[in-house]
């Protein structure tokens, strides 16, 4: 049989990089805001996998790794971006809050129910705007039917038992009528009390490299490890071969031990002569002064377990859909709540000499309410193929605990809408017009604010389109964006170090734009190419940030003044298939001009937290992406599927000035290490057994905080899942899953290095899950 190999190359980087993480690849839906074929695009399903968070859902996608601020919080990081750079999206809809600004804050996830994530690594910036200057990833959750389902009523409830893991239940449920309305209902709880771990809690580097062999404390590492080190210079008593008998009779005369010793065998004073005796402890030729390292924990070192990384999470949802001939209307509410502690971490780095013993455990706390309608219309007009429209409110509480006692609260509040108009195709042209709106609000309570009250609004007009042949495609982009930030009275006050005298708003208007074109070369080869030129406006924490900000722990002072960053993303991808196996290895370049980053002013403030302001350089972030892939079918023994990857990022100042290079380095520090992973999928008559490895390196390319930083060893984190489908005749039950999976088989002391908290929190060791999920 003739087919074209091309087709499923064309596709190719999706399921590779996707099949290191054990998920197979499922057809997108044609809709009018279909990603492009041309970007780096990865579907991600939901399989009964033990996902504690979305980054650690999405790392095993090659150029994307996890946050890990701890194992109960884990944002996407895209070719080394992240933060305000990745666009967080549930149903087409921003979701970003304080998740973006404060690593410890988690991006509130169902881990049960969502159906599946769509990552876009290129720069989506023509669709999302500014924030997905890095990429998006939207989270397609489940609970909107966006057509009829086949049968009338579904139940599922989902159970699993943790072992070092999670515990879990869940609930969902569809009922229709079959013609014109479909409603779900989720509800879903997990809940841990803590982690174990295979050894110390802090790195084996926080207590053997933080006095260098130069001299001196990396008090970066110090900071970082939560410890209290210094040198001291103590006197030799052994030095200096005769007690001052003068001094002996009259100790109140002293300066200190040193005045007690002397090198002569007599001493003058008020005119009388003093006989010294023999130091009897007197050893020749050693120094004066000797130095007494100390170092101690400001937060405890824990060993086989992990402290304070409990967690509790509750997800309620309810979706409802009405058909009608020409498309349908949904409306839907969702409500998450979140309960962890950040394990090893203190908000309070206790300054020296204090009592490290009254130091308080973090903890956050998240409440997200989301309200949302979606609409789909089908040739409203002439010419136009559909429209879409996405309307929601989102409800962001978050809030950081000292004990007991709240440190802060903030409440973000998002009004988003947003229309898509698709027109008809004409020959091979197809495209979009879309028209968005999102108004933000923020406010925050408590003693440890480092943001002010602040309005935020964003208004962009987008255009997309695409010339299909049969050949080859091409597509082209733009968005006009305008963002204005507007300050809002309240009782924040800036710090005496902040670079702001008086808060002000500002405004910027954006452009940003897209080209791209893929093509194919006979039956085995193909090859895509993306040139993005994007534009990201400084957000408030950049803007207006002062004070301590202990989850980056820094003193984060804010630039009113900062520009708007661009960046000029090249991406080249080759392609390859044949009688089922698949390549494709993709390179890229992101030229930044005026890359915004948090830089070291080489001072420390109140408990020796770093002075550190928002500053711009330009940039250059590199590197590339290998996925290969291989299917055997075994005939009456099914399907396997090999496959492998590899990644490296760097992220680089271009010419850093003195300052910068002095203090921050060449490489920013928490970078994400390259990586090579390997996954075999086996698939037989209901049977599915997977097995991944992924080796993280160790750091090469290290970025400073005054002092270099200190990579830690590479590790190898192995994983494996069986389930098995069973039909029971004769029972209520259309069909029951069970399953059994590991994480970190080789109990691997795992610290990534773009994590935070590396040097005192490692991942969780090996654990397991049992699960059983029965529908009705």
């Not at 309307?391 to 509040?413: C, I, K, P, Q, W």
């Not at 722990?553 to 298939?577: H, I, P, S, V």
């Not at 003195?658 to 996954?679: F, Q, S, V």
Request: net charge neutral.
């Amino acid at each position: 049989m003739h087919y074209h190999v091309f087709a499923a190359a064309m596709l190719a980087t999706a399921p590779l990089a996707y099949a290191t993480d054990d998920i197979t690849l499922r057809t997108i839906k044609v809709r009018a805001d279909r990603p492009s074929t041309i970007d780096s695009v990865v579907l991600v399903e939901n399989v009964q996998a033990q996902n504690r968070t979305l980054g650690g859902m999405l790392e095993h996608v090659s150029g994307v790794q996890s946050s890990a601020f701890g194992p109960n919080a884990g944002a996407p990081v895209i070719r080394s971006l992240s933060g305000n750079r990745v666009q967080i999206l549930e149903d087409g809809q921003s979701i970003l809050g304080m998740n973006a600004l404060s690593g410890d804050i988690n991006i509130p996830f169902d881990p049960l129910f969502v159906r599946s994530v769509t990552v876009n690594k290129s720069s989506d910036s023509v669709r999302f705007g500014g924030n997905a200057i890095g990429g998006s990833v939207d989270v397609d959750s489940g609970i909107i039917s966006r057509k009829m389902e086949a049968r009338e009523k579904d139940l599922e409830f989902i159970l699993r038992k943790g072992f070092n893991d999670a515990n879990a239940q869940g609930l969902r449920m569809n009922f229709n009528d079959q013609q014109h309305f479909s409603t779900n209902l989720q509800m879903s709880f997990q809940k841990i009390g803590h982690y174990d771990i295979p050894g110390n809690s802090k790195a084996g580097a926080c207590n053997s490299q933080l006095f260098p062999l130069q001299g001196g404390v990396n008090t970066f590492l110090a900071d970082s490890c939560q410890k209290e080190a210094r040198i001291q210079q103590v006197y030799n008593k052994a030095s200096q071969p005769f007690i001052d008998q003068f001094m002996t009779e009259n100790p109140d005369w002293a300066d200190g031990d040193f005045s007690f010793y002397t090198n002569s065998p007599t001493s003058v004073w008020q005119r009388k002569t003093y006989v010294n005796p023999a130091n009897p402890a007197y050893v020749p030729g050693t120094p004066s002064m000797t130095k007494n390292k100390i170092n101690k924990d400001v937060t405890p070192d824990y060993h086989g377990t992990l402290g304070n990384s409990y967690a509790s999470n509750s997800h309620f949802a309810v979706g409802t859909t009405y058909f009608f001939d020409r498309g349908y209307v949904a409306v839907s509410l969702d409500s998450k709540e979140s309960e962890y502690g950040i394990p090893g971490f203190s908000m309070e780095n206790k300054s020296f000499g204090a009592n490290h013993d009254e130091g308080l455990p973090v903890g956050v706390v998240i409440k997200q309410d989301k309200y949302a309608l979606e609409a789909n219309l089908l040739a409203p007009a002439a010419y136009v193929e559909s429209a879409q429209l996405r309307v929601s409110r989102l409800n962001n509480a978050s809030g950081e605990r000292l004990g007991s006692t709240r440190a802060n609260d903030y409440r973000f509040d998002t009004n988003q809408a947003e229309i898509l108009l698709a027109h008809r195709r004409a020959g091979p042209l197809s495209g979009l017009l879309g028209l968005s709106h999102k108004a933000r609000d923020i406010a925050g309570t408590g003693s440890q604010l480092y943001l002010p009250d602040a309005s935020t609004a964003s208004r962009a007009l987008f255009v997309k389109e695409s010339l299909d042949f049969d050949w080859a495609t091409f597509d082209a982009g733009f968005r006009h964006e305008k963002v204005d930030h507007e300050i809002r009275k309240s009782g924040f006050k800036t710090s005496r170090n902040a670079s702001n005298s008086k808060l002000e708003d500002r405004a910027f208007s954006l452009n940003s734009y897209s080209l791209g074109a893929s093509a194919k070369f006979g039956q085995l080869f193909g090859a895509k190419m993306r040139y993005a030129s994007s534009e990201r406006a400084p957000d408030v924490n950049e803007l207006y940030a002062s004070n301590r900000h202990y989850s980056i722990l820094a003193q984060e002072e804010g630039n009113q003044n900062l520009k708007a960053e661009r960046a000029r993303n090249t991406e080249l991808t080759a392609l390859f298939g044949n009688r089922g196996f698949t390549m494709s290895a993709t390179g890229y370049v992101m030229k930044y001009e005026n890359y915004l980053y948090l830089g070291h002013s080489g001072m420390q403030t109140a408990n020796r937290l770093p002075l550190k302001y928002w500053k711009q350089t330009d940039t250059t972030v590199k590197g590339f992406e290998i996925d290969v892939s291989q299917v055997i079918q075994l005939g009456g023994y099914g399907k396997l599927n090999i496959s492998a990857f590899a990644d490296l990022v760097k992220n680089k100042a271009d010419n850093p000035d003195k300052l910068r290079a002095h203090n921050d380095g060449e490489y920013l520090p928490n970078m994400p290490t390259n990586r090579y992973g390997a996954n075999l999928l086996w698939e037989n008559k209901g049977w599915k057994a997977r097995v991944s490895s992924t080796y993280y390196d160790k750091q090469k390319y290290l970025g400073k905080s005054v002092s270099e930083e200190v990579p830690l060893d590479g590790y190898n984190m192995v994983n494996f899942q069986v389930s098995r489908e069973l039909q029971v005749p004769n029972s209520p039950f259309a069909g029951i899953e069970v399953f059994i999976s590991g994480t970190n088989l080789l109990d691997d002391d795992a610290r990534p290095h773009n994590s935070p908290l590396k040097y005192i929190a490692p991942l969780p060791g090996r654990g397991f899950q049992l699960g059983l999920s029965a529908r009705l």
